[in-house]
């Protein structure tokens, strides 16, 4: 285990629905991402938050709306998304992303989202 | 443009035998290139980084990846292939973003390898 863990690991929605993924990491860092990941196409950042504040939106749909309440959780809110939107939804944590750090992201299980 | 190439979408390789997976990058600035692993219904395990210093990195169970400024590259080694090394393999790059750092990742390459 990589000390990140996600929930719920699957998730089926209909293009109406609301629905959240959550993120906690155990890791005590103080950054946190989240990529998508469809097949045959490379990770894909969504956003990243770096000691609470929001550092990047990788101009995301605003269907997708971030939350992170503090350092370890990190939400990701749906609502009226895409059959398109269907993918593996990866949360990263990292010690730090400010430019001067190097520190590589441990990456949890993901949420496998399939939008009907 | 700052990107990642992975050329190749899947190595097959006999177990035992060497193994490479390539990757080539395009960066402004110092490259600091890393290599993750994948395995099914898992996320992205970190397996080493090039930061500075020793071209030949050492990382996580057994691999290698040797950093070649001139010709671009940064290929992931392993000088004997275990069954359970296949897994999706990707290569990934830090770029600057607004002061923050960030990673670009390859498309990937899938690993098989065969007893």
């Known amino acids: 285990e990589t000390g990140v863990t996600q929930t719920p690991r699957h998730l089926v929605m209909g293009m109406t629905n609301k629905k959240s993924l959550k993120c906690e990491q155990h890791l005590g860092h103080n950054a946190m991402y989240w990529y998508k990941q469809s097949a045959k196409k490379p990770l894909e950042l969504m956003f990243v938050y770096n000691f609470k504040e929001q550092t990047e939106n990788n101009s995301v749909p605003s269907r997708f709306s971030p939350e992170c309440p503090n350092s370890s959780h990190l939400f990701l809110h749906l609502h009226t998304l895409q059959p398109e939107d269907s993918a593996l939804y990866l949360c990263?944590?990292?010690?730090?992303?400010?430019?001067?750090?190097?520190?590589?992201?441990?990456f949890g299980p993901g949420t496998r989202l399939t939008v009907t | 443009a700052q990107s990642v190439a992975q050329p190749e979408d899947q190595v097959n390789v006999a177990e035992g035998n060497p193994l490479t997976v390539k990757c080539t990058y395009s960066v402004s600035g110092n490259p600091y290139l890393f290599w993750y692993v994948q395995y099914p219904n898992r996320g992205l395990q970190f397996l080493l980084k090039?930061?500075?210093?020793?071209?030949l990195v050492k990382g996580s169970y057994g691999f290698e990846a040797e950093f070649n400024k001139s010709q671009t590259s940064f290929h992931l080694k392993k000088p004997s292939a275990l069954v359970s090394d296949s897994a999706l393999y990707f290569c990934a790059v830090r770029v600057l973003s607004g002061g923050y750092n960030k990673l670009i990742f390859g498309a990937g390459t899938r690993l098989a390898v065969h007893p």
């Open positions: 090039y930061i500075t210093g020793d071209n």
């Open positions: 990263a944590s990292s010690q730090d992303a400010t430019s001067g750090s190097l520190y590589e992201q441990y």
